[in-house]
């Protein structure tokens, strides 16, 4: 079965830095386009970042440019969110997603909290 698990959130301080990691299984992942998405308590889920099938080519929110970079290794079926230069309001649970030209899969996310 699809499946699209995210890890590498938690609780990391202003300035800090964290690499969020989604690993796919049960489809054919290098073509998809992946992107992540954020959702902050009473927030709508937003788009952080996107990156096509080959890895070719990156889109950032301008709330994160500079400071996220969105990459992908297609030999192990995982994309990855670094970020650094953390700052309160990125706290969200951080979603993956696998966009395809007829079918999309979200994972359940995983809680980045931005605090000191």
């Known amino acids: 079965q699809v499946q699209l698990v995210e890890s590498g959130g938690g609780l990391v301080q202003p300035g800090g830095s964290l690499r969020l990691s989604c690993a796919a299984s049960?489809?054919?992942?290098?073509?998809?386009?992946m992107r992540w998405y954020r959702q902050a308590p009473g927030k709508e889920r937003e788009l952080v970042a996107a990156i096509s099938s080959a890895g070719s080519s990156t889109n950032y929110a301008d709330s994160v440019k500079g400071r996220f970079t969105i990459s992908r290794d297609n030999a192990k079926n995982t994309v990855y969110l670094q970020m650094n230069s953390l700052k309160p309001e990125d706290t969200a649970v951080y979603y993956c997603?696998?966009?395809?030209?007829?079918?999309?899969?979200w994972g359940k996310g995983t809680l980045v909290t931005v605090s000191s």
């Open positions: 997603k696998a966009d395809g030209s007829f079918n999309y899969y």
């Open positions: 049960g489809f054919s992942f290098s073509n998809y386009a």
